[in-house]
């Protein structure tokens, strides 16, 4: 898979067959419509391009925006390569591309850039200022230009929308199991390991703690969670704790994994949590011994978990 951020430097594209949005957690809806883009560019010769955004658009028009995001970018581009698109195309996205009219970012953006063969969008797909474009534009255009414009039918855009909401919720209620089944793969979380005040250390069980610099990015319900590692290229059992340390009264979110079988310096490496399921609460204890006792049966909690997988 090929990943382009810079529009000034994109190839020109073979057969593009083409689909744009922002895919927050390429969920199993969304992997139809790759499916889609994959099978038809195979058929006539061409390739396959998912066009997105970043900063997601939201963030640009409402900076105030709530909004939570199930993928970092990072996060994406990887599910995406996971899910065999030819091509990934980032655009950065700002206020003066969000003011071109529908007719600029028809034939500037979409035509000069990647010469569309198919595009395969929603029946509500809206573009261009005030979002005034829309898939009966794009129809009107294809025929001057020599794209076809296949529709994604209601039904499956609502299918998406349900089911990105669902697991929004799902993840903010700490229901990363059920999360899991909408999205065909574990939520994960991408961060760099940053020093910590050493207290797993001493209570024997160290963790990594976790940096997570996109504030966009969705953080499930405070807990413990049974969890997969991926160091580099080797993938390690592990228990996760977020919350806010309320045994030591801490006052910040902390992001910590205990690796087990593990003991290597790893300070300013990224990891990769693949979460596999809750295990329980957050909990303030009343001293550090009683933590110590529960963490030993955490890990034979999350041990139990992850050996079923």
Do not use: C
Not at 74 to 99: Q, R
Not at 125 to 138: P, W
């Amino acid at each position: 898979m090929k990943v382009y951020k810079d529009l000034a430097a994109l190839p020109r594209f073979r057969k593009a067959v083409i689909t744009i949005g922002s895919y927050d957690g390429v969920h199993a809806g969304h992997q139809a419509i790759i499916q889609r883009i994959n099978n038809i560019a195979k058929e006539q010769g061409g390739e396959s391009i998912m066009i997105t955004f970043y900063p997601h658009p939201r963030f640009v028009v409402r900076p105030d925006d709530p909004f939570k995001l199930i993928n970092t970018i990072d996060e994406k581009v990887a599910l995406l390569e996971k899910y065999g698109v030819d091509n990934v195309v980032i655009v950065p996205f700002t206020k003066a591309f969000s003011k071109q009219t529908p007719e600029e970012y028809i034939q500037g953006f979409l035509v000069d850039k990647f010469q569309p063969n198919k595009i395969v969008i929603g029946y509500d797909h809206k573009f261009g200022n005030k979002r005034a474009g829309n898939i009966d534009l794009l129809k009107t255009y294809a025929p001057k230009f020599g794209f076809e414009v296949l529709e994604i039918q209601k039904q499956d855009v609502d299918t998406i929308v349900v089911s990105s909401t669902k697991i929004r919720k799902a993840l903010q209620e700490g229901s990363v199991k059920k999360a899991k089944e909408w999205l065909n793969h574990p939520f994960v979380i991408q961060g760099k390991v940053v020093y910590g005040q050493q207290l797993g250390t001493k209570i024997g069980f160290p963790t990594a703690n976790i940096e997570v610099t996109d504030k966009h990015k969705l953080i499930p319900l405070e807990g413990i969670y049974a969890v997969k590692v991926k160091h580099h290229d080797t993938i390690y059992n592990g228990m996760l704790y977020i919350g806010n340390r309320p045994t030591i009264n801490g006052a910040d979110q902390s992001i910590e994994v205990n690796i087990f079988d593990f003991d290597k310096n790893i300070y300013g490496d990224q990891l990769t949590l693949e979460f596999i399921e809750r295990t329980r609460d957050d909990k303030k204890f009343d001293t550090l011994e009683e933590l110590q006792k529960q963490l030993v049966q955490d890990k034979i909690d999350t041990l139990k978990v992850l050996k079923n997988l």
